[in-house]
């Protein structure tokens, strides 16, 4: 559930720093893209931080 959430953020979050910057559709896209890989990839680490403490 963490990593949905972090990839869904990530992606609302690059999507609003793109369209700040004022980018394209493709710039939105790609930063949207990015920013949800990142923010999963940090949701899967803290996955596995909660699973071993809390195991």
Request: glycine share 12%.
């Amino acid at each position: 559930m963490i990593v949905i959430a972090g990839a869904v953020a990530g992606a609302a979050f690059g999507a609003m720093t793109a369209k700040k910057r004022g980018g394209n559709r493709a710039d939105i896209a790609q930063y949207a893209v990015a920013s949800a890989m990142a923010f999963a990839v940090v949701g899967m680490l803290l996955t596995v931080i909660i699973d071993r403490v809390a195991g």
